[in-house]
């Protein structure tokens, strides 16, 4: 027969010593700490990139999944052809402006947690197009870049490299710090407008001061020939008929200094650089 149950009080010399040899008393925390290596261990080696290519580093990221180099070895050779079941975007290619609204809505479409691996000179810093008219300077100025892959294009071998230096950033981070955990993170990015040039919607306000003030200085830049003009002694500088038209007039120094200044400050508003300080310094 089993034994009847004893009650105990709270000062039982026995019972607590009984408790303490039986029951294990932790912190929360040290408890999640626990917790981080094999939920890290499960994620690093099982990521799924989503089906994705842009240009020429695309085919350096297909040769990296073929049997040659096997990125199966990694437990991360399964591209998923949507982006609600990948973990990992790899931005192989040169990216327009044209594809940067597609890419941020690929990019949100993708469940948390979620890493974006920059392939190739193209798509970290714009690489040979850089400057040009439909080229961007980086896709870290849109969405947040886990780790750069230098080259162009980079081999399969050093697409490898950088997945395995993922793989460490995934093993380095903790439940508790995690961004995708924290209650104020909001990991949606507004999908850039693509009209005559490419606008990020998180600097409209800023855009529309710059646009005010870009056009009070347009006015009066066009206000102050047709004041002088007006004066006497231009009147008697007017022109003869038959003569050939006058030449416009030229800007004074200050004018021309800010119309530079505004369309200077025009162009930078377009873009946002979301990198943060530490992305940067690896870059550069």
Do not use: H
Not at 14 to 28: C, D, H, I, K, R
Request: charged share 25%.
């Amino acid at each position: 027969m089993s034994q009847p149950i004893r009650f105990v009080g709270n000062d039982d010399e026995a019972s607590l010593e009984e408790v303490s040899q039986n029951v294990l008393v932790a912190p929360f925390d040290r408890v999640l700490d626990s917790l981080d290596g094999i939920y890290n261990w499960g994620r690093k080696n099982s990521i799924w990139p989503v089906q994705f290519g842009l240009a020429c580093c695309a085919i350096e990221m297909i040769c990296m999944a073929a049997s040659r180099f096997d990125i199966d070895r990694f437990g991360a050779g399964l591209f998923r052809a949507t982006p609600r079941q990948a973990d990992l975007m790899i931005v192989s290619g040169t990216v327009t402006k044209k594809m940067v609204p597609n890419i941020v809505r690929l990019y949100n479409q993708m469940p948390e947690p979620r890493y974006v691996l920059s392939m190739g000179a193209c798509a970290t810093g714009g690489g040979p197009f850089k400057e040009g008219y439909n080229v961007v300077s980086g896709i870290d100025r849109f969405i947040p870049v886990d780790v750069y892959v230098a080259g162009c294009p980079p081999t399969p071998q050093a697409l490898l490299n950088g997945l395995v230096e993922l793989q460490k950033l995934i093993d380095s981070q903790k439940i508790r710090e995690n961004r995708w955990y924290q209650k104020d993170y909001r990991g949606e990015i507004p999908v850039p407008v693509l009209g005559p040039d490419l606008l990020d919607q998180r600097r409209f306000d800023e855009l529309k001061k710059i646009s005010a003030a870009q056009l009070a200085a347009l006015k009066a830049a066009a206000a102050a020939p047709a004041g002088a003009a007006a004066t006497p002694s231009a009147a008697a500088a007017a022109p003869a008929a038959g003569a050939p038209p006058a030449k416009a007039p030229k800007r004074t120094p200050e004018e021309l200094a800010a119309l530079k200044a505004a369309n200077a400050a025009r162009r930078q508003a377009t873009m946002v650089d979301v990198r943060k300080p530490e992305d940067t310094e690896s870059k550069s």
